[in-house]
């Protein structure tokens, strides 16, 4: 598919899910990507921490790509750049900060020469074949969250990216209502919008309340205190560091994520005062009720500071009459994470605080208020939502439409939209897909890898080594091995009953191998759903004697 004279919409990502968003946008032969994020595995992959888009569609057109363009640094916008954009071999545009994020994942992954990235400046503009972008900057809960509005030669498009409102930002400067409104009065083809929080009637407040609420919170906690936040939310780390301040505690920082923010934030001219922290190795000697820890993991990750320090594999060490506070949302899908790291730090009598306590944590999406703000200001003749589950992009059409915006697309991954001319259509249908990295292994997500590990964890793997003579008669005894099979009481028994069945198994007279070696899974497979309801995946190997 070649756009031709027409401006089409095409999502790779984040259309029917809450992360690794992908999108296109072609006209006149052209493609534009609008971020290239990955999103976080869940017990469907097991053995994998990351998935990414599968790009099939545009690395087949990759000649007609003109380049990439960042809306902010969050993960599920940048986050798949280190895996997929050097194949690509199109440049990457970013503001400073994102920019800065984007740039020390290349360097980790040494692709520095390989990926060009071009920075440009906050409220910047460029051009890439027949569209232009302009950077508008909105708040969120990064620096430099920014709206892109695209020029094309059939309409102009306001692609949010991740919004909210916020009176009090603490940093960056969003775009003001009449600024967004100067935009609307130019005209919109169509507004491409984030459905995070389209369910909640309330606005998502303000990074302002925010610190009123931590200030109160820490104020009144009597020994050590850690507070763990999503490390991206600089604003979040800027709110601590005054906290710690006002406190009169000294601010320690655990989690490599958190460090690489705080640098690149103060090289992008943000944290500019920032207290200076003090070292894991000397917090543990300060007075406990002069102490503020700031900690990755609030999310459950195992392997992040918090998690180490609950269960006691970290430099720092937290006890009863200490706090730890949560400063950020419960993802849906890491309740059990969390609550494993939550009951840790129970089981030593820590205090906890959570959102649902105390006022320390807001969104960075748009509730209910703030969409039909954005809607009165913006006023396209097309809403597309985007960056949410079917569910939520559903619903914000239905707002959309009840707001009196006259059309409004519900499209999933894979769906080509053309936004002009002629009005809204969905006109085609793509492949889109999911890959993992498993290891360092980019796989389909579905492919025989992935379904062989389920396989295995769902119902274990027997092994089957059998001798076999010139004449095709059998040597010595079947030998098995078995891993997950839940025949533990009872293993030898059925072994032994497992290796006659494979005996029994064997033809008298000779038999084609790749027979024989079915004969042989079969039968075990047929004794080990006998006698545990399980079907285990069978290896058989044949050793000509």
Request: charged fraction near 25%.
């Amino acid at each position: 598919m070649t756009p031709k004279d027409e401006l089409v919409f095409l999502a790779l990502g984040g259309s029917g899910e809450i992360g690794m968003n992908v999108n296109l946008y072609g006209c006149q032969g052209k493609w534009v990507m609008v971020d290239l994020g990955l999103t976080f595995a869940d017990p469907n992959y097991p053995g994998v921490e990351l998935v990414l888009p599968d790009l099939s569609f545009i690395e087949e057109r990759r000649d007609d790509l003109l380049g990439i363009v960042l809306t902010h640094g969050h993960e599920d916008h940048i986050g798949a750049i280190p895996y997929l954009a050097a194949d690509l071999g199109v440049p990457l545009y970013a503001t400073p900060f994102t920019a800065g994020l984007i740039r020390l994942k290349l360097e980790e992954e040494g692709l520095s020469k390989d990926v060009k990235l071009h920075v440009i400046e906050n409220e910047g503009s460029f051009n890439l074949g027949p569209f232009g972008f302009r950077y508008v900057p909105l708040a969120h809960s990064i620096p430099e969250g920014n709206a892109v509005l695209i020029d094309t030669p059939y309409g102009r498009i306001f692609h949010t990216g991740d919004w909210k409102l916020d009176e009090q930002p603490l940093l960056g400067q969003p775009s003001t209502p009449a600024e967004l409104t100067a935009i609307g009065d130019e005209g919109v083809l169509a507004l491409v919008c984030d459905s995070t929080n389209v369910f909640n009637d309330k606005a998502s407040g303000s990074e302002g309340d925010v610190r009123e609420g931590l200030m109160q919170a820490i104020a009144g906690a009597k020994g050590r205190v850690l507070v763990t936040t999503f490390a991206s939310n600089a604003a979040r780390v800027q709110t601590l560091g005054e906290v710690a301040a006002a406190t009169g505690r000294k601010l320690c920082v655990a989690g490599r994520s958190l460090d690489r923010i705080i640098g690149t934030a103060k090289a992008a001219g943000y944290l500019k005062d920032f207290p200076p922290t003090v070292d894991w190795e000397d917090v543990m000697d300060l007075p406990r009720d002069e102490v503020m820890i700031i900690a990755t993991g609030g999310q459950g990750e195992a392997r992040a500071a918090l998690s180490r320090i609950a269960f006691d594999s970290h430099p720092i060490k937290l006890s009863q009459g200490d706090t730890v506070v949560f400063s950020s949302k419960q993802i849906p899908g890491n309740e059990i994470a969390i609550g494993r790291i939550q009951n840790a730090l129970a089981t030593k009598n820590i205090l906890m605080i959570t959102d649902r306590q105390a006022a320390v944590h807001v969104s960075g999406h748009p509730g209910r208020p703030e969409l039909e703000a954005m809607y009165r200001w913006i006023r396209p003749d097309i809403l597309l939502p985007v960056h949410g589950e079917r569910r939520h992009m559903a619903e914000q059409a239905r707002l959309g439409i009840s707001t009196g915006i006259p059309h409004a697309v519900v499209q999933s991954n894979g769906d080509l939209l053309r936004l002009a001319p002629g009005g809204p259509a969905i006109i085609g249908q793509q492949d889109t897909g999911r890959l993992v990295l498993d290891g360092d292994v980019i796989l389909p997500a579905d492919g025989s890898t992935m379904n062989e590990r389920r396989k295995l964890g769902l119902h274990g793997q027997i092994s089957v080594a059998v001798a076999i003579d010139r004449k095709g008669k059998l040597v010595g005894d079947p030998v098995l091995r078995t891993q997950g099979v839940p025949v533990e009481e009872d293993k030898a028994a059925f072994l032994a009953e497992a290796a006659e069945e494979a005996a029994a198994a064997i033809p008298k007279g000779s038999l084609e191998e790749e027979a024989l070696r079915e004969r042989l899974r079969l039968a075990v497979r047929r004794t080990a759903t006998r006698w545990t309801g399980k079907k285990p995946i069978v290896d058989v190997l044949i050793v000509r004697a």
